[in-house]
């Protein structure tokens, strides 16, 4: 799913048919920005966000190691790093396995 496809489809489940009307794409793209960049913060600051019904994403350090150079085969080291995780919670799991 893309951006524009996400907040497409925001628009749709906004669409209660109460006469007010779907927010523009505009505004709900800036909310989801906002959403997104809630969840970099919360990461930031406590190493991790939790959405109940959704999952939770983690900060990760991967340890260097070794490993292979994908064209030639040659050793190489991989450098350490700083990732994400995330793990999904029952109800996400669930629907995807129907």
Known sequence: MTRRELIEYVQRQLDA?????????REVGRILDAAFAGIVEGLRREGRYSHPGF??????????????HPKTGAPIEIAAATTVRFKPAREVKA???S
């Open 95 to 97: 629907s995807l396995e």
């Open 55 to 68: 999952g939770t994403f983690t900060i990760k350090e991967q340890m260097a190691r070794p490993g292979l």
């Open 17 to 25: 048919g109460d006469g007010e009307g779907v927010p523009a794409a």
